[in-house]
Nanobody
Framework: QVQLVESGGGLVQAGGSLRLSCAAS????????MGWFRQAPGKEREFVAT????????YYTDSVKGRFAISRDNAKNTVYLQMNSLKPEDTAVYYC????????????????????WGQGTQVTVSS
């Protein structure tokens, strides 16, 4: 079983930046693709970015392409989400999840493909 803990959220003005971290413990982190999802009030949890188990493949939802970057450090059991040029519509609770199967590329964008969600970290972007 893997445990995930997100951090790095906060309040930022539009155009600003934040770097989210997701620290993992438990089962072998480096064998699993990881995903960042977000959930705004009254909305479903949605895909933001994923990264393959070895970091070779990365995927983004269209609305964050060119602004967000996902990365991982397997030596530190941590996945990151660098968020630049933030917009008010990026406001949400951000969650990281671990792929339910090992050694996949991360080209799975449904939340049911991920598990062991952390508690989430709030990101609020003011206009």
């Amino acid at each position: 079983q893997v445990q995930l803990v997100e951090s790095g959220g906060g309040l930022v003005q539009a155009g600003g930046s934040l770097r989210l971290s997701c620290a993992a413990s438990g089962r072998t982190f480096s064998s699993y693709a990881m995903g960042w999802f977000r959930q705004a009030p009254g909305k479903e949890r949605e895909f933001v970015a994923t990264i393959s188990w070895n970091g070779a493949s990365r995927y983004y939802t269209d609305s964050v392409k060119g602004r967000f970057a996902i990365s991982r450090d397997n030596a530190k059991n941590t996945v990151y989400l660098q968020m630049n040029s933030l917009k008010p519509e990026d406001t949400a609770v951000y969650y990281c999840g671990a792929d339910i199967h090992p050694y996949r590329r991360g080209d799975m964008f449904g939340k049911d493909e991920y598990a062991n969600w952390g508690q989430g970290t709030q990101v609020t972007v003011s206009s």
